[in-house]
Nanobody
Framework: VQLQASGGGLVQAGGSLRLSCAGSEVSRHAVGWFRQAPGKEREFVAGINKSGSETYVGDSVRGRFTIFRNSLMNTVDLQMNDLKPEDTARYYC????????????????????????WGQGTQVTVSS
C-alpha cells in the first residue's frame, strides 16, 4: 500500500491550501492527517471514518481545517483555511487498513498506532 500526500506549498498567512491523500484503499478505510514541525512531536490534525459520516479535528485547527472524502478524485482531502505561521509543518496522511465490516482496533483517530500505512508527507509553509 502506498499513500501519496500532495498539495503542499508556500502560502501567506490567512491563505488556503487543499491537501490530498491518494492510495488504492483510502476510499474504503479510515484516514488521518498528521503534521510534524522540526523539533516537535507528530500532531493529529484530522481524521475521517470509513464511510465519511464521522470526522474529527484537532483542537489547534478546529474551525479552520476540514477533512472530507473527495469521491470524484478518490482521495481524502484536507481543506485548510486561514492558515497561520504555526501551521508550518510536514503533513502526513495515514491509513487504518482494518477491512470493511470489521471493527477498528483503535477508536482514537489521534492515536498513531491506529494507522498501518503512512505516506511520505507534503510540506506546508505559511509565511507571516
Amino acid at each position: 500500500v502506498q499513500l501519496q500526500a500532495s498539495g503542499g506549498g508556500l502560502v501567506q498567512a490567512g491563505g488556503s491550501l487543499r491537501l490530498s491523500c491518494a492510495g488504492s484503499e483510502v476510499s474504503r478505510h479510515a484516514v488521518g492527517w498528521f503534521r510534524q514541525a522540526p523539533g516537535k512531536e507528530r500532531e493529529f490534525v484530522a481524521g475521517i471514518n470509513k464511510s465519511g459520516s464521522e470526522t474529527y479535528v484537532g483542537d489547534s485547527v478546529r474551525g479552520r481545517f476540514t477533512i472530507f472524502r473527495n469521491s470524484l478524485m478518490n482521495t481524502v482531502d484536507l481543506q485548510m483555511n486561514d492558515l497561520k505561521p504555526e501551521d508550518t509543518a510536514r503533513y502526513y496522511c495515514a491509513e487504518d487498513a482494518t477491512p470493511v465490516g470489521l471493527p477498528e482496533y483503535y477508536d482514537d483517530y489521534g492515536h498513531i498506532p491506529k494507522y498501518d500505512y503512512w505516506g511520505q508527507g507534503t510540506q506546508v509553509t505559511v509565511s507571516s
